[in-house]
């Protein structure tokens, strides 16, 4: 059975930072591997993406220069640093995985919250 779980969300005073972690357990092998958000009465939004074979990165504009994503394959994770946080990137995170074989896995959320 395959499971993410993310974990690194909190409360944070505008201009400081996280570090977002989602850990995928379980019988696949991923494609891409993303990050998104969803604001109370929003959208979600793609915020960052990870493809597995060529390492390349995606980022939505409102958070390119501020967010990287990355990973470590040893634990099968993958992380989305985030700096110079805003009170606009206050959202739900959640942590998608699309494996090779097509389908799409989703994590349970970490909340965001960056406010003084």
């Known amino acids: 059975q395959v499971q993410l779980v993310e974990s690194g969300g909190g409360l944070v005073q505008p201009g400081g930072s996280l570090r977002l972690s989602c850990a995928a357990s379980g019988p696949f092998s991923a494609y891409v591997m993303r990050w998104y958000r969803q604001a109370p009465g929003k959208e979600r939004e793609l915020v960052a993406s990870?493809?597995?074979?060529?390492?390349?990165?995606n980022y939505a504009d409102s958070v390119k220069g501020r967010f990287t994503i990355s990973r470590d394959d040893a634990k099968n994770t993958v992380y989305l640093q985030m700096n110079s946080l805003k009170p606009e990137d206050t959202a739900m995170y959640y942590c998608n995985a699309v494996a090779n074989y097509g389908r799409a896995y989703w994590g349970q959320g970490t909340q965001v919250t960056v406010s003084s």
């Open positions: 990870i493809f597995s074979a060529s390492g390349s990165t």
